[in-house]
């Protein structure tokens, strides 16, 4: 695809069992995009859904045709589906957010005005208020507070799934299991500048959270050890 027709904003959605969120939250993304100067892409991944998520997908493409459904083979985790549709962005500007319908689309815009005002390469939601029970908002301050003091890369809120950055900060990203958690990480190591915003946070309406005890608690930590010993190595 030409540099004349390669739209100007790719959004990556990665899906898991969310059929019931899709066409509401996708009618809402579009209608934004739609609004933006430059042309789109939406580009969303089914990562290997059991429930109606790949029908529900398909029908989105069918109206919409710069809707581009990527199927897994089968269930790899939020970070595999997020680093195989940024693998195929052809945008300047990537956009991202959750499938579950807790991130508010309508917050784009004032993603994007930051990153112009402020120069930045990378813009991340700070969810206020959050939505999710008191155990998962109180585990996320000191993953939050940990992750900050080990990595120094200053995000408040690593688990919103709410951003706008610059094409080329995929290029530094490392695939890893929580790639979506320290994505600002591996951004700011590599001399990106992150600025925050904060953004709408809706409660679940349709189906279950994907996230338990096991990856809200000690994966987290295991994983941001293996994140700071990557990040002290020079890329090949």
Do not use: K
Not at 76 to 105: C, F, K, S, Y
């Amino acid at each position: 695809m030409s540099a004349v027709t390669a739209p100007r904003y790719s959004l990556v959605v990665p899906f898991f069992n969310e059929a019931a969120n899709i066409r509401p939250l996708l009618a809402q993304a579009i209608r934004v995009l739609r609004s933006l100067p430059g042309g789109f892409e939406a580009l969303l991944v089914d990562d290997g859904s059991t429930d109606a998520t790949a029908r529900e997908l398909d029908a989105v493409a069918a109206d919409e045709s710069r809707c581009r459904v990527i199927r897994l083979d089968r269930n790899r985790g939020q970070a595999a589906a997020l680093h195989e549709g940024l693998r195929q962005v052809r945008g300047e500007i990537i956009l991202t957010m959750d499938g579950d319908g807790q991130n508010d689309p309508d917050d784009f815009p004032a993603l994007l005005d930051r990153m112009e005002r402020d120069q930045a390469d990378l813009v991340c939601g700070i969810r206020t208020p959050r939505h999710d029970s008191l155990l998962r908002r109180v585990m996320s301050v000191l993953a939050n507070r940990v992750r900050r003091r080990f990595l120094r890369d200053g995000a408040h809120d690593a688990g919103c799934q709410l951003r706008a950055f610059r094409r080329e900060v995929v290029a530094v990203l490392r695939p890893t299991p929580l790639l979506q958690t320290f994505l600002p990480a591996m951004a700011v190591a590599a001399g990106f500048r992150l600025t925050e915003i904060p953004v709408r946070h809706h409660p679940r309406l349709h189906g279950a959270s994907h996230y338990g005890l096991r990856r809200l608690g000690w994966r987290p930590m295991i994983e941001m050890l293996r994140v700071r010993r990557l990040l002290r190595r020079p890329r090949p």
